[in-house]
């Protein structure tokens, strides 16, 4: 058994104020594994002043002494990747390729920050003006339970990278990650109070890090809904505010497309991370004419599709996260066949031969239309769609015809074909023909899948102020 019952503020691990207890569990086994003492709004806000006292300074520093602090943070978290491995697999159930692949990129993203920060001109100068790029301030550093580490760092890495402080409230349910990546950037040795984390419920440690007046940014990943509600209440004070959020990603398959290889990764899109990924490729757009040839391959791949111990090297998608989050995929398979979508693959309960763990079958549905709930609303599980369309006008219709807007895939074999339809499509990413991940690329949504962009040139700008000088 797990027991977490500190919180790190002002450069040491501390004793929260909070005093509730919080349970841990393994997804595989549904059996509670720790408990974490969660921190309370007392806790945010002596975070919030050892982060304020902390900016004085670290605002000024050199951008040398910042990329020294990101090397040795990526060092630290680096030499824990096993650790985190094995926590990632046991309080969240990825996978092992997905697992490792996380926990790899928790370390990835403090060298990604270095060569930003490395290429980035702090100062410019436009017309008769000198405009200096300036720290914004204390940021805070908001995460979700589907990729904690990674976020814990790469949003600091942002910030750190700008000369901003931070502090980060982690997801409530990730703690076991939060306690390495934690102990990692402690032995790094930054300057106290440069980084603050304190785990705490959203509605008490996140709000009251939303609603200080000395926190200057908001870097938020999570759900739509809790991100509108970031928006109105930080209004008061106007912070920056990135968000993201939410997705129903269309992966457009145009009927030159070559299937054997389509199909296949259009499935692996929409499965990424046991489908617990805000970039799924959850609606596939099929055209018509090749809808027989699709469903047949597409039933094949995804009745190949192992749903089952995240331990076991052979298993692709994993448990979900809690029970609530079972519950709720499993409201939306019942949903789709309520609606009258076909199933094709899958459906309610666990797959076969598992009695415990939250896991769900591996489900496409077809004769899905996109004004469905299934089609509509992101279902955070491995639930696809498959969306018949007659002509390519219809498909980028079809694919732009959603609240959300931030990634989409498309399959052709037709490389101008690809970059036509790519270009018509309201995504913050669009990716042809792979599933690849370009860090050094701007990362974010259009629509209601976010507000401002993360990682490379984008991601630090959003930690800076420009400020014109002029008269000089
Ligand atoms: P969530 O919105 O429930 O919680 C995210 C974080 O916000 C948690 O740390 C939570 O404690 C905190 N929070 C909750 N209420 C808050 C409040 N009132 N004020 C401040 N903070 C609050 O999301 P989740 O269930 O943890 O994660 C799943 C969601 O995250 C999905 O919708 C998914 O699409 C989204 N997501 C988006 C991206 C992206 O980059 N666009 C990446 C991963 C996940």
Redesign the pocket.
């Not at 938020?220 to 991100?227: C, E, M, N, R």
């Not at 993201?244 to 997705?247: V, Y």
């Given at each position: 058994m797990h027991t977490i019952e500190h919180i790190y503020v002002d450069g040491a691990f501390a004793v929260p104020h909070g005093q509730e207890r919080f349970e841990l569990f393994n997804p595989a086994t549904e059996d509670v594994i720790g408990t974490v003492r969660l921190a309370d709004a007392e806790d945010a806000r002596r975070a919030i002043a050892a982060a304020k006292r902390a900016f004085a300074t670290f605002s000024k520093t050199g951008i040398d002494e910042r990329i020294a602090l990101l090397q040795r943070m990526h060092d630290a978290v680096l030499a824990r990747e096993a650790d985190l491995f094995d926590a990632i697999r046991e309080e969240y159930g990825a996978p092992v390729s997905r697992g490792r692949w996380m926990a790899r990129h928790a370390a990835d993203v403090f060298a990604e920050a270095i060569d930003t920060l490395r290429a980035f001109d702090f100062e410019r100068r436009m017309g008769s003006a000198d405009v200096v790029m300036q720290p914004v301030g204390v940021a805070g550093l908001?995460?979700?339970?589907?990729?904690n580490a990674g976020?814990i760092c790469g949003k600091l890495a942002a910030a750190i990278a700008a000369g901003c402080t931070a502090v980060i409230?982690?997801?409530?349910?990730s703690a076991l990650q939060t306690r390495i990546v934690t102990e990692a950037l402690h032995e790094a040795g930054a300057p106290a109070g440069v980084f603050n984390i304190v785990t705490g419920?959203?509605?008490v440690?996140?709000?009251e890090?939303?609603a200080s007046p000395d926190i200057a940014k908001i870097s938020?990943?999570?759900?739509?809904?809790?991100?509108k509600?970031?928006v109105r209440?930080s209004a008061d004070t106007l912070k920056r505010v990135t968000l993201?959020?939410?997705?129903k990603s269309p992966s457009v398959i145009l009927d030159d497309a070559d299937f054997s290889k389509a199909v296949p990764l259009a499935i692996a899109a929409g499965f990424m991370n046991s489908g617990?990924?805000?970039?799924a490729g959850t609606r596939i757009l099929v055209p018509r004419a090749r809808l027989g040839e699709f469903e047949a391959l597409a039933k094949a791949t995804v009745e190949a599709v192992v749903s089952g111990d995240p331990a076991d090297p052979s298993t692709d998608v994993g448990p979900m996260v809690s029970a609530k989050q079972w519950e709720r995929v499993q409201g939306y398979i019942r949903k789709g066949i309520d609606e009258g979508a076909r199933l094709l693959a899958g459906g309610e309960g666990r797959p076969d031969g598992h009695a415990r763990g939250w896991l769900v079958r591996p489900t496409l549905f077809t004769d899905v239309r996109n004004d469905m709930t299934i089609a509509r609303e992101?279902i955070?599980g491995p639930v696809l769609s498959a969306i018949a369309y007659d002509d390519e006008e219809e498909a980028i219709a079809i694919a732009n015809d959603t609240s959300y807007g931030?990634q989409a895939y498309v399959h052709a074999t037709d490389e101008a074909r690809a970059r036509r339809v790519a270009s018509r499509i309201d995504a913050g990413r669009v990716l042809v023909n792979t599933l690849a991940h370009e860090p050094k690329a701007p990362?974010?949504?259009f629509k209601q899948?976010?507000l401002g962009r993360?990682h490379g040139r984008f991601g630090l700008e959003a930690y800076l102020e420009p400020k014109a000088v002029l008269g000089l």
């Open positions: 908001i995460t979700p339970w589907n990729s976020f409230k982690p997801s409530e349910m419920r959203g509605y440690v996140g709000a890090i939303v938020f990943t999570g759900s739509t809904a809790v991100g509600g970031i209440a993201e959020l939410g997705g617990q990924a805000c970039i992101e955070f931030l990362f974010g949504g899948s976010g993360e």
